[in-house]
């Protein structure tokens, strides 16, 4: 894209106005990056005074160089490594600044270690955060996004793939704002689908691109064919362990297949269900150091969700912890991820550790 269609760019100032009563001053600021739908920006000042300008505060936004205004909103205000604010982008903006959507699969080697209840929850913090996030079931074997979400859709992947319905008759609206493709239950013929049929199911999958800053995809667990090519496809992998022995080897072995295959970005390693950021730590650091040693990919550690008994506890009341529990250890854990998601350069927080009593004795004993 040539630099004459942008309306912004990196570099701009801009004039920053609320209508909060606390900060009426016209602040500058300048544009730092722009990405997805979001726009980032140095902290505003009014002669050298700081407006820290909250999430949720509308504002109006004016490029000095160009004269262009627009309506926006603060998304978020970051304080470390460099203090900066992310505004939302305004849709028409967003689609002339914006790139293909950014496709995340998430994968693990075992079942069971939380890959469908992350992938829900980290989409509803993505989109809180302003992206416009699709969930593909992708675990052919035993979808379950929609029963988790008790959407009852009346179609879903099969359909596609069977021709009888297009990509849009099939997306439902989930809860936070989130769009959702079915994939349907039970249907096991499908988990070795065909090279013809995957790619048919890919062709139709692209048209997400128009509608989509991020995909996620929810794969089954192993290394079936489709779960690899799913994994292939993708911008990056979110790989799922628990901090169990099984979990951590199975991990570790879909690190190699990807090492094998060449994949080629650095996949992420998300701990879940662990008791301390110690134990978080501990773990993916080994497992990084492994992998650092046998295979030629680098791994990236994206994070950890403690164990919450909110987790199954909103799972079986089939509604998003995040949204029902916005306060829990595991909500803060994702809203963590999902940051480091957006802003990769940001370094991860290391959260308070809030567990009861009993871990924090067990982390103790284990020094
Ligand atoms: N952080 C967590 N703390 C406590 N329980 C969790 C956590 N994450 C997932 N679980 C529980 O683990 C079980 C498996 O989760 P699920 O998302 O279905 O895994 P997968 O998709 O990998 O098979 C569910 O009962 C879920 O409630
Ligand atoms: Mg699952």
Do not use: W
Not at 51 to 72: E, H, Y
């Amino acid at each position: 894209m040539q630099e004459q269609d942008f309306v912004i760019k990196p570099g701009d100032v801009i004039q920053v106005k609320t209508l909060s009563p606390l900060y009426r001053e016209e602040y500058t600021a300048e544009i730092l990056s722009i990405r997805d739908c979001t726009l980032q920006t140095s902290m505003p000042v009014h002669q050298g005074k700081l407006a820290l300008l909250g999430a949720g505060i509308p504002v109006d936004l004016l490029c000095v160089r160009n004269g262009f205004s627009f309506a926006s909103e603060v998304v978020s205000r970051v304080f470390k490594p460099n203090p900066h604010l992310i505004l939302r982008l305004p849709y028409s903006l967003c689609k002339k600044q914006r790139q293909m959507p950014r496709v995340i699969t998430v994968t693990s080697g075992k079942g069971g270690v939380g890959k469908t209840t992350f992938t829900i929850n980290l989409a509803i913090s993505l989109a809180e955060l302003g992206q416009r996030v699709f969930i593909i079931d992708a675990d052919l074997g035993t979808a379950n996004i929609d029963v988790l979400l008790n959407l009852h859709p009346k179609y879903n992947l099969t359909h596609i793939i069977n021709k009888e319905k297009e990509l849009l008759d099939i997306i439902v609206e989930g809860p936070g704002g989130i769009h959702v493709i079915p994939g349907g239950s039970g249907l096991q013929y499908l988990a070795n689908m065909e090279d013809r049929q995957f790619d048919y199911l890919i062709s139709n999958l692209q048209m997400l691109e128009q509608y989509a800053d991020i995909i996620i995809i929810d794969t089954g667990a192993g290394l079936s064919k489709n779960v690899i090519n799913f994994v292939l496809a993708a911008d990056s992998v979110i790989v799922v362990t628990t901090p169990e022995p099984h979990s951590i080897t199975d991990a570790y072995a879909i690190m190699k297949v990807l090492d094998e295959h060449k994949f080629n970005t650095s996949p992420y390693l998300l701990l879940n269900k662990v008791d301390s950021l110690k134990e978080y730590q501990d773990i993916s650091s080994k497992i990084i150091e492994v992998a650092n040693r046998f295979l030629s990919l680098k791994i990236s550690a994206l994070g950890y969700i403690l164990e919450d008994p909110v987790v199954p506890k909103a799972n079986r009341r089939l509604v998003p912890f995040f949204l029902e529990y916005p306060d829990a250890a595991a909500t803060r854990c994702v809203k963590n991820i999902a940051q480091q998601l957006l802003n990769p350069e940001k370094e991860l927080q290391p959260l308070v550790n809030n567990r009861n009593f009993f871990s924090k004795i067990k982390d103790l004993f284990n020094r």
